[in-house]
């Protein structure tokens, strides 16, 4: 009988409780969902640490496409759950009205990818390539995934093939694992470079055992310093668990465990030492960094 009642007291806690559904995609390794490091990319780590200091929710997960992701954003309807993820960067181009946090780390936005081989046809090692100039290029295979921001890249792509509706030598991909998708296009000699941000090509290049034939150019169109936030739907509730977990960012953003979650994903020592030393002797005395899209206030 008491195991009973505790039962009853348990159940009755849980559905007193909101729900916060948690949006997640197949993009290593912000998440991990398979494989033997399941569950221990770097968003995946800090969505742990949200968790545990919102324990006045229960909390859920859900594998999202962008296209689930856009529909449950403008639906804005919490009466069963409130949708909400922690890996979302600014989206000024998307149709979309949520809520975000302040901006829970900073990095750089995406490289053009090559390999050692090809390298020569983009440029000098350690070159800021202009974009607008290779995609005129029609010699250069590029593959891109079908709708991943690729931030100022994406702008020049989208201007391009609004001119020439017909051009051949891009690639739009929308398969499962895409990143290892559009690598192993550009090292099996399918296309010739492909966009990723740092830490998505050390991952792919290990999986692929390719890192060390990986050569990376920062695109003029990229340049500048980015930020990924918490986002929620737009809805009171969901405005509340920004709110909450605002609190939460402003503690955890200061220590190691938050900040390696990421660093430890950069591909050399180099890289992990001079982000360590952007993010703590720049992002953080910055203090608190909010988003500038109207959408997302």
Known sequence: MKTLFLLC????SFIAKDTI???KWDLPPNFILNGPQKGTGWANERL???????PSYNHKSVVVNVNRLLKIYKQKDNSKTIY???DLISHPTLDIDDYMSMATFSFKAHFLVTSKA????FGKE???LVLENIIKNTNLRLAVAKNRPYLGASKVMQEYIKRYPNQKHIQFLSNLNIGKSMFSLVFKDRADYTF????KSSFYGKELRILDDIV???MKENEGTFYDFVSCVKTKKGKIVIEKTNNIIRELKHTDKWMNAFTKWLPTKRLQDDYIKNYKGVFLQKGDIYDDNPRSK
């Not at 990723?196 to 830490?199: A, G, M, T």
């Open 9 to 12: 007291i348990i159940i009755s």
């Open 196 to 199: 990723e941000y740092l830490d």
């Open 48 to 54: 742990k640490m949200l968790q545990e200091r919102l």
């Open 21 to 23: 559904t948690w949006m």
């Open 118 to 121: 090809k390298a020569h046809l």
């Open 84 to 86: 909400c993820t922690n």
């Open 216 to 218: 990376l150019f920062q």
């Open 126 to 128: 350690g070159d800021t």
